[in-house]
Each structure stands twice: as structure tokens, then as C-alpha cells.
């Protein structure tokens, strides 16, 4: 009985394994492909077949000033929009959470449609909007774009940091003399200062990804994945690999450095485990 | 009750939430240096009452003093007083010393006297050493420290106190009590503290204030509040007590006849009465007589049927009912000649002349057993 009960969890585990395996390698093999091929020595304008290795990619990563233009648009893009979307999130957030207010339930409901309305219809409805408006498309555009979604983003997740907040550490600074500004720069922002930057952090990568609503409102520029997308059909540059290999690496090291930042904080925060 | 030089004085304060009433209406003065306890079941509005003091609430109606000075609708941040929060409200953020450090910081003292300061009140607080640690890093009763010397460093008019003890287990807490009083002589700040906890409330404090449904009962010294509670529920509430209740049957010079519902007659020494109760004839009263006021054994009018009895260490409680079964205790000394009766067994019970204590009305469970009701009015 026992050792047929073993076997049953052998068995289990096993495929458990195997399942968390098959599931990481379906997400990180595209990954792997796009670092693995901007080290590809491509016959022809088409990075897509492996023909042998090379580092001469790496070593002229901005021989394309069409695709290093774009990713500079792409930076400033992201940027801009999400120091714009996180003050505006962050104040969301704080909102929220603290007051009950009238309208507050709307504000809600607000905040979600844009996570799960499809981009087509965000992306099109603005631009029927800026068109309206007498609007010319351009950066400013494509910020307000992003801004428009990436707040929505940075207030759900941020909310969800600072739920279980102790306000009456507000209160207590208040209660020794500080006036209400000094309490929340000298009490309430640094203690939700972690959650703040991994909002801006995800709302930054989302930025720099975005597709289809940057597509209806960008006019003529050109932001990197519209440069990608609009020079697939005549060539594909091993460039591109590596370029986005650099972004994918840059944001990697940011979170590496937030991960360590915050638990370094949270060891000094809440002590080790104090028996009672 | 005057007090001659009060930093906090409350005027008929009123607090009001929606249809709720949380405090009715509060009315006394907190001496300077007072060891002042607001005491009171929960939802009894005494932490309303701190909160307003605090200025974390404002008052419906009515005004609250602080220094001579109408503070009612001042900020928080305005009031020269200080809070120790129930849970502690430390900023985890900051070390020990950046805490205690928040106050003198945020009223733009130089950093030079910040920094004296602080040291200063870590030593009186005994916390010097961990200066530089994270609250986390520390014990709940070091905690409880920080707690303190934060708000005095900032020597406020009145330190106030959201029940400070109640995180810590038994030993700590009763360690606390003692350190809190040292600490209290040795800054002489006025401490305003709010418990539901009568053994803390008695031992710590110079004077109490009772409440019960937003209303204060009785403000007084422990003493007073022990032995000459002004209603029932102060009666009921500080220490353990045994209410009878009973008719007056005569009152003069010599004192109150007053005729118990159980058939007991008991004399009540004249004096020993609230002095809100009416003392005339056939008026409802309770007779007050705490359990180590009385006496077991031996010939005594009243009969008591011992239902139980418990062990405490140097005493022993005996729980029993009078023959109206109406609950009643009393105290016996353990290890003496005495012999406590066992459970089952009916004994007599009496008391010094002085002892009876005389309140108006009945508790609320008295007076169900109509029979007995009928039977006193048939005697009178």
C-alpha cells in the first residue's frame, strides 16, 4: 500500500516536472532564438536560417541608423510617457486607496477598461479622436497614447502594492509636528517608493513594446517595433536581434537590481523572524 | 473635581458620527503631571475622546483646552501633544534613532540639539545602545520604547496613550506598567492613557475617568472610584463586586434600613451612599459589598447556596447564590484557620457594620424574579 502510494507521488512529481519544464522552455524559446541569432552570420538580408556564427553583429550593433533612430524614438517615447503615467498612477493609486470618495467606484471601473479593451479599438477610437481634433500625429501623440494605458497599469499594480498600508504611520508623523506634505515625502513615499518604481518599470517595458496603438497615432514616426514590423518584408537585420538582446539585457539588469535593493530592504525592515 | 492648574480641559464635548452619538458629553480637566487614565469597555468612546485631544477627530459640540488655549479644531501638527499608538505606528524605515528624531526634526530644531536630545531620551527609555537599529530588530516591548521616547522627546504638553500595553504579553506588560510610571516621574510630563484594563488603570493612575456608551461616569482617584462608585456600572466594572439589589425601608441620621430581595435586611451606615442616590423610603437601590468585605460561616441572616469555589494562590474565591439567586463571591484568605466552604454547601454570610455600600437603582438583571418582587412589597 505504501509502496504503491510512493510510486503514485513518484509518478506525480514527474509529470509535474515535466510540465513546469515543456512550460518554461514554450516561454523562453523565442527568447533564446533572438539572443542565440544575433550572434548569426546571415546569407543574404534575412537573419531567419542559421548559417554559422559571428560576432561582427556586436560589433557594429548601429550600422543601421534607421533601426537606431527608431529605438531612440522608442526610448524617448517610453520615457517621457512613463514619468507622465506613474505621477498620474501613483496619485491614482494613493486615491484609491486611502479615501472613499464619490466617484471613487467609477474611477475604478475606469481604470480597468483600458487593460481589457482590445488595443484596436483604444488605438483607433483615439486617433478618430485626434483627427477630430484637428490633431497633427507625432511624439506628443504617441505619449498621450501611452500614457493613456500605462497609467491604468501603474494604478491596478500599485494599488495592489500599498493594500495593507499602515496610514497611521501618516498619522503618527503628523502627531510629532510634520506638517501633512513633510509626512507623505518623509514617511508614505519612501515606504511605497518599491512599488512605485516596479509600476514605472512595467509600464516602461510596455511602452517600448506597443504595437498597435502606437500604429494608429504615430503618423510619420517611427518608433522600433514599427521600424521591425515595416522592413520584415525586405529585410530582417541580425541587428534587430541585437539591439533587442541589449534592451532585454538592460531591463534584466534593472530588475536584478531592484530584486536586490528590495529584499536588502525588507531583511532591514522587518528583521529576521522573531520568535514570541 | 477642580484641578487647580489643568493642561487639558474638556467642555461638554460631543462627538457625532451620522445618528451615532460616540461620545455624549465629556466634561473635565487633566492636571499638570497627572497620571490621567480614561478607562471603559470597548466602544465606550474613550478612544474618541484621545483622538479629539490628539486632534485626530474634532468635536461635534463642545471644546477642548489644551494649556488654556482652544485647540478643538486645530491639526494634529499644531498641538503640542503626543501619541503612543496601540500597535506603535514606528516608522520602519528609520533607525531607532531617526524615529525618536522625527518630532525635533520637523520643528527645524538645529541637528546639534536633535541630536542631544534624542540621546537624552534613549537613556531615559534605556534604549541607548540600539540607537542605530531597525524597529523590526527589535523586541515589542523595546518597540514600546521607541514608541515613548519619540513622543517625549518632543516634550509635550501631555503625552497620550492608546491602550500602550495591550500588544505585550502578561510579564512584559506588567514591566511596562512599572517603567511607564519611572518614566512618567522622571520627565513629569502629564499622561493620558486609555485602557479597557481596570488593574492597569488602578494601579497606574492618579485619577480615572469611567465611561461607558460614550458617557463619563465617574471621574476620580483609583481609591475613591474602588470604594465610592457614583453608579452601577462603575460598581460592576472596577473590580468584582456583589450587587444586591433591594427596597429602602428607612432612612435617618443613623443610617439606611434597606430590605434585600432575597429577604435580608441590611443596614447601610449613614454616608455610605452615591451621592446621586435618593435615600427616601421604598425607593429601588443596590447594596455594593465587595467580596473581601464579607465573611463566611458562622450565624449570619444571609444564606448562601456555594455553588464554587476556585483556587487563586494566596486566596480563595467562593462563588455561591443567595436564596433570590442573585450571583454572589467572596474572598477567604488561603492558609489561614479559616476553612473556605465546598461547593453544595448553604453557609452564612455577614460583614462589618461599615462595609454596605448604598446605589441607586438595580442592576439590570435584578428584580426578574417577580415572586420575590411581590413578596417585598407585601412586607412593606
Known amino acids: 500500500m505504501r509502496r504503491a502510494l510512493d510510486t503514485k507521488q513518484k509518478v506525480g512529481r514527474w509529470a509535474i516536472n515535466g510540465v513546469a519544464g515543456a512550460a518554461m522552455a514554450y516561454l523562453f524559446a523565442p527568447v533564446f532564438v533572438i539572443v542565440l541569432f544575433s550572434f548569426n552570420n546571415p546569407e543574404g538580408k534575412f537573419n531567419i536560417v542559421w548559417s554559422g556564427f559571428t560576432l561582427k553583429n556586436w560589433a557594429n550593433p548601429f550600422s543601421h541608423p534607421e533601426l537606431t533612430d527608431a529605438l531612440v524614438v522608442s526610448?524617448?517615447?517610453?520615457?517621457f510617457s512613463t514619468l507622465i503615467a506613474t505621477l498620474l498612477g501613483t496619485c491614482i493609486a494613493l486615491a484609491l486607496s486611502r479615501y472613499r470618495f464619490k466617484g471613487s467606484g467609477a474611477v475604478n471601473l475606469f481604470l480597468v477598461l483600458p487593460l481589457t479593451s482590445p488595443e484596436v479599438v483604444l488605438g483607433s477610437s483615439l486617433a478618430t479622436l485626434f483627427i477630430a481634433r484637428g490633431v497633427s500625429f507625432g511624439i506628443v501623440t504617441v505619449i498621450i497614447a501611452h500614457v493613456m494605458f500605462q497609467v491604468s497599469f501603474v494604478a491596478v499594480t500599485l494599488r495592489a502594492r500599498i493594500r495593507g498600508f499602515d496610514w497611521s504611520l501618516e498619522q503618527a508623523a503628523m502627531d510629532l509636528g510634520a506638517t501633512p506634505r513633510r509626512a507623505f515625502w518623509k514617511v508614505t513615499f519612501p515606504l511605497i517608493l518599491p512599488g512605485v518604481l516596479a509600476a514605472a518599470l512595467l509600464s516602461f517595458a510596455l511602452s517600448i513594446d506597443d504595437f498597435i496603438i502606437t500604429f494608429f497615432n504615430a503618423g510619420s514616426l517611427v518608433t522600433f517595433p514599427l521600424q521591425i514590423f515595416g522592413a520584415s518584408r525586405v529585410a530582417i537585420p541580425p541587428q534587430i536581434n541585437v539591439l533587442a538582446t541589449m534592451l532585454?539585457?538592460?531591463?534584466?539588469?534593472?530588475?536584478?537590481?531592484?530584486?536586490?535593493?528590495?529584499?536588502?530592504?525588507?531583511?532591514?525592515n522587518t528583521g529576521s523572524e522573531r520568535k514570541r | 473635581m477642580d484641578v487647580g492648574d489643568p493642561v487639558v480641559k474638556l467642555e461638554n464635548v460631543r462627538k457625532q458620527y451620522g445618528s451615532f452619538i460616540a461620545v455624549h458629553q465629556a466634561d473635565f480637566a487633566i492636571g499638570r503631571g497627572e497620571f490621567f487614565a480614561m478607562l471603559?469597555?470597548?466602544?465606550?468612546?474613550?478612544?474618541?475622546?484621545?483622538?479629539?485631544?490628539?486632534?485626530?477627530?474634532?468635536?461635534?459640540?463642545?471644546?477642548?483646552?489644551?494649556?488654556?488655549?482652544?485647540?478643538?479644531?486645530?491639526?494634529?501638527?499644531?498641538?503640542?501633544?503626543?501619541?503612543?499608538f496601540q500597535q506603535y505606528a514606528l516608522f520602519p524605515h528609520?533607525?531607532?534613532?531617526?524615529n525618536v528624531a522625527f518630532g525635533p526634526r520637523s520643528k527645524k530644531l538645529p541637528e546639534a540639539e536633535v541630536k542631544s536630545r534624542v540621546g537624552e531620551m534613549l537613556d531615559?527609555?534605556?534604549?541607548?545602545?540600539?540607537?542605530?537599529?531597525?524597529?523590526?530588530?527589535?523586541?515589542?516591548?523595546?518597540?514600546?520604547r521607541v514608541a515613548l521616547a519619540r513622543a517625549l522627546v518632543n516634550y509635550p504638553s501631555a503625552l497620550l496613550l492608546d491602550e500602550p500595553l495591550a500588544a505585550l504579553d502578561l510579564k512584559l506588560r506588567e514591566a511596562m506598567q512599572i517603567e511607564l510610571k519611572r518614566i512618567q516621574r522622571e520627565v513629569g510630563i502629564t499622561f493620558v492613557f486609555v485602557t479597557h484594563d481596570q488593574g492597569e488603570a488602578l494601579t497606574m493612575s492618579d485619577r480615572i475617568a469611567v465611561m461607558s456608551e460614550g458617557r463619563v461616569e465617574q471621574v476620580g482617584a483609583p481609591v475613591d472610584i474602588y470604594a465610592r462608585p457614583e453608579t452601577l456600572f462603575v460598581a460592576g466594572f472596577i473590580g468584582s463586586a456583589n450587587l444586591l439589589p433591594g427596597t429602602i425601608v428607612s432612612s435617618d441620621g443613623g443610617g439606611t434600613r434597606v430590605l434585600l430581595l432575597d429577604g435580608t435586611e441590611v443596614i447601610v451606615a449613614a454616608g455610605n451612599s452615591a451621592s446621586s442616590a435618593a435615600l427616601s423610603q421604598g425607593n429601588q437601590v443596590t447594596v455594593m459589598l465587595r467580596p473581601e468585605q464579607v465573611v463566611l460561616g458562622g450565624e449570619g441572616a444571609m444564606k448562601v447556596f456555594v455553588t464554587d469555589t476556585v483556587f487563586q494562590g494566596s486566596s480563595v474565591r467562593v462563588v455561591g447564590r443567595t436564596s433570590n439567586d442573585t450571583e454572589v463571591s467572596a474572598i477567604v484568605p488561603a492558609g489561614t484557620s479559616v476553612k473556605a466552604p465546598s461547593a453544595?454547601?448553604?453557609?452564612?454570610?455577614?460583614?462589618?457594620a461599615s462595609a454596605p455600600y448604598v446605589l441607586e437603582g438595580w442592576p439590570e438583571t435584578a428584580g426578574s424574579t417577580s415572586t420575590n418582587v411581590d413578596s417585598?412589597?407585601?412586607a412593606l
Open chain 1, 75 to 79: 526610448l524617448q517615447v517610453a520615457f
Open chain 1, 248 to 268: 532585454l539585457m538592460g531591463s534584466i539588469a534593472i530588475m536584478v537590481v531592484g530584486l536586490i535593493i528590495e529584499s536588502r530592504r525588507r531583511r532591514l
Open chain 2, 40 to 84: 471603559g469597555p470597548s466602544g465606550c468612546g474613550k478612544t474618541t475622546t484621545l483622538k479629539m485631544i490628539a486632534g485626530f477627530e474634532q468635536p461635534t459640540a463642545g471644546q477642548v483646552f489644551l494649556e488654556g488655549e482652544d485647540v478643538s479644531h486645530t491639526p494634529p501638527h499644531k498641538r503640542n501633544v503626543n501619541t503612543v
Open chain 2, 94 to 98: 528609520m533607525s531607532v534613532f531617526d
Open chain 2, 124 to 144: 531615559v527609555v534605556r534604549l541607548g545602545e540600539f540607537a542605530q537599529r531597525r524597529p523590526a530588530q527589535l523586541s515589542g516591548g523595546q518597540q514600546q
Open chain 2, 344 to 352: 453544595g454547601e448553604t453557609v452564612s454570610m455577614h460583614w462589618h
Open chain 2, 376 to 378: 417585598i412589597e407585601a
